[in-house]
């Protein structure tokens, strides 16, 4: 019992570690990914002009150079997902015939830190919100609000009708903030500003999760 809940705790520390490897390349995404943005082109408009000549409204080799590395660590990233899945069948089968009642919590913890994908930003909390109240602030990545997440997500308004129907109740919202997962409490309610929630979300691209 004691040395395998060791191993599972070691196992853990890895998989965590792979986790945090992870999100150092989702945020290096991200800036790569905003090098992109600035030039006003995607990973796959044209760097050259009609004459075929390098264009010259963008800097084609930071242009290039974001576009390749992109590449490179999106396939990093996927080899990445597949050793914390297999770390997490490792440690399920560490957890088999366990008793230890912190065991399932501990499982469904390291389940939710990985499975679960953020689909939305947030890019404005207003003081004195709502939003604030709760304790979100600005570029938290939500990964559940409400009933929502990223599976069932299919546009900004079923945020609003989940906000709509939810007036002056709890909605839980789960956040991830850095490599921290938080679980908030918000209120929608009316208040000095307008809206219900004080706060602004965007969608988030898929190269940010």
Request: aromatic share 6%.
């Amino acid at each position: 019992m004691v040395v395998a809940n060791m191993e599972a705790e070691q196992n853990k520390e890895r998989v965590l570690q792979l986790i945090k490897d992870k999100d150092k390349i989702e945020a290096d995404l991200r800036a790569l990914r905003e090098i992109l943005d600035s030039n006003h082109v995607g990973m796959n408009d044209p760097l050259v002009d009609n004459d075929g000549y390098p264009r010259q409204d963008i800097d084609v080799y930071q242009v290039r150079h974001a576009r390749n590395r992109i590449i490179y660590l999106q396939n990093d990233h996927k080899a990445l997902m597949k050793k914390i899945e297999e770390g997490l069948y490792e440690f399920h089968s560490y957890m088999r015939g366990q008793t230890d009642d912190s065991i399932p919590a501990a499982t469904s913890s390291l389940q939710e830190t990985i499975l679960l994908d953020p689909f939305l930003r947030v890019n404005l909390v207003l003081p004195g919100s709502p939003a604030e109240i709760a304790g979100i602030q600005i570029e938290d990545l939500i990964l559940e609000f409400g009933s929502i997440d990223a599976q069932n997500f299919k546009s900004l308004k079923d945020i609003a009708d989940v906000v709509e129907h939810s007036r002056y109740k709890s909605v839980i919202v789960k956040i991830k903030r850095g490599i921290n997962t938080t679980t908030l409490s918000l209120i929608p309610r009316p208040w000095s500003g307008k809206g219900l929630l004080g706060c602004n979300v965007v969608p988030v691209e898929s190269v940010e999760r």
